[in-house]
């Protein structure tokens, strides 16, 4: 991995307290993350063992029960 341009910023102590990157760097790191926290969920989703229910059956539970709720 290449290193990211970066700058600190400091307090009065010389403390780095905030980070400043590249606009295109930061958003490669929310999609990475974005990713990660898919790929978690999915493996906690597997780790369950309940049954799984087909996609437009979910659909159509969801939508009854946010009917029931209205």
Known sequence: MKPIP????????????????????????????????DIRLYDESKSVNEPSVPVDEAFKLMEENRKKKS
Request: no cysteine.
């Open 6 to 37: 970066h700058q600190y910023i400091t307090d009065h102590t010389g403390k780095k307290i905030s980070v400043i990157l590249p606009i295109d760097e930061y958003h490669k790191f929310l999609e990475a993350l974005d990713e990660l926290e």
